[in-house]
C-alpha cells in the first residue's frame, strides 16, 4: 500500500473517532442537564405552591380555608382547573355551580389569584398537586402547637398586633391595617380592603386556628404576600397572635364606628378649643395695641392744648 495512501486513511479514522467522541460528549452533556432540569423544575413548583398556595391548601392534609387538593385532577379536568386558579373572581360571576359550592364551604371567602402565575408555571403546578396526590405524599397543615393559650402567649400577642412589640423578622404591626374589636380606645387600622381590615371573626371566616395559622404562615394576598415573603411571621409569633383573634372572636362584637366616632369628636373638640384659646389670646392682642393707640392719641390732645395755652 502506499504510504500516503495509509497515512490518508489513519487520518479519516482518527478524524471519524474525534467526531464521534465529541458526538457522545455533547449528548452525554444534554442528557446530564435534562437529568438536572427535571428535579429544578420540581422545585420550583413545589417552593411556588409553598408560598402561594399553601397558606389555604394542603395536598392530604384535610382542608384548611381553601378544600384538600389531592386528587383535584379526578375532581375537575384540566382545562377546568386552568380557568379556575388564574381568575377565580371570573367564574364565580359566571355562575359556575362548582365555584359556588366551593364558595359557600369557604364562608365566601374568595381565592386570591397567585401572584406571578404564567401558564407554564400553571401547569408545572397542576403536574405538581397531581404526582404529590399520586405518590402520597403530604404538604402542608402543619408547623402549630395545638396547646391551649396561656396568659402570657395573650400578653405577647397583644405587643406584636399593636407594634409595642416588633415581628422578627421586621415585618409591620397587625394594627397598621388591621383592627378587632377588643382593642377599645380608637381601634386599629383600616388600610385593609372591608371587611378584612376586622380580624374580629377572622377564626370563623378562615376555619379555625389550624387555617389560619397556615395562612399566616404565607399569606396569599398580594400586598402581604410582597410584604411577608420576605419578612416572615415565626410560629411563636403566629401562635401569640392567634390568642388575640380568637379571644377577640369570643369575646367581643365585630369593630365598629365607635372608634371612628370617638376619634372624631376628640378631634373636633380639640379644635373647639383651639379657636376660644386663639380668639382669646388675639382678644388680648387686640386690647393691648388698642390700649397702647389711645394713650399715644391722649398725650398727643394733651401737648396740643398745653401748646395753645401757652399762646
Not at 219 to 229: D, E
Request: hydrophobic residues 40%; contains cysteine; charged residues 20%.
Amino acid at each position: 500500500m502506499n504510504p500516503l495512501t495509509h497515512s490518508f486513511r489513519n487520518q479519516r479514522t482518527a478524524g471519524l473517532l474525534s467526531t464521534a467522541f465529541r458526538f457522545l460528549l455533547a449528548f452525554a452533556v444534554l442528557v446530564l442537564l435534562l437529568a438536572l432540569a427535571a428535579p429544578a423544575q420540581a422545585q420550583d413548583a413545589a417552593t411556588f405552591f409553598k408560598q402561594n398556595c399553601s397558606s389555604c391548601h394542603t395536598i392530604g392534609a384535610g382542608r384548611l380555608a381553601g378544600p384538600d387538593l389531592k386528587n383535584v385532577h379526578t375532581r375537575r379536568d384540566r382545562a377546568w382547573l386552568k380557568q379556575f386558579v388564574p381568575n377565580p373572581r371570573a367564574m364565580i360571576d359566571r355562575g359556575d355551580p362548582y365555584v359556588l359550592k366551593l364558595l359557600q364551604s369557604a364562608n365566601g371567602v374568595v381565592m386570591p389569584p397567585p401572584q406571578g402565575l404564567t401558564e407554564s408555571r400553571l401547569n408545572e403546578i397542576l403536574d405538581f398537586i397531581e404526582a404529590e396526590s399520586k405518590a402520597g405524599r403530604i404538604w402542608g397543615g402543619g408547623g402549630l402547637s395545638d396547646r391551649p393559650y396561656t396568659a402570657a402567649d395573650f400578653v405577647l400577642g397583644r405587643a406584636l398586633f399593636s407594634g409595642e412589640k416588633p415581628l422578627a423578622k421586621g415585618g409591620p404591626a397587625c394594627i397598621s391595617c388591621h383592627t378587632v374589636g377588643t382593642l377599645g380606645s380608637f381601634g386599629g387600622g383600616r388600610l385593609a380592603p372591608a371587611p378584612q381590615y376586622d380580624l374580629t371573626r377572622v377564626y370563623e371566616r378562615l376555619g379555625g386556628r389550624k387555617a389560619l395559622g397556615s395562612w399566616l404562615s404565607a399569606p396569599p394576598t398580594p400586598t402581604m404576600n410582597a410584604i411577608f415573603k420576605q419578612h416572615p411571621i415565626e410560629p411563636t409569633e403566629a401562635f401569640a397572635l392567634l390568642s388575640v383573634v380568637e379571644d377577640a372572636a369570643a369575646s367581643s362584637g365585630e369593630a365598629d364606628a365607635v372608634p371612628l366616632l370617638n376619634f372624631f369628636l376628640i378631634g373636633l373638640g380639640g379644635a373647639v378649643a383651639g379657636l376660644v384659646i386663639f380668639g382669646t389670646v388675639w382678644r388680648g392682642r387686640f386690647r393691648s395695641v388698642r390700649r397702647a393707640l389711645v394713650r399715644g392719641e391722649l398725650q398727643r390732645g394733651s401737648a396740643s392744648l398745653t401748646t395753645g395755652g401757652e399762646r
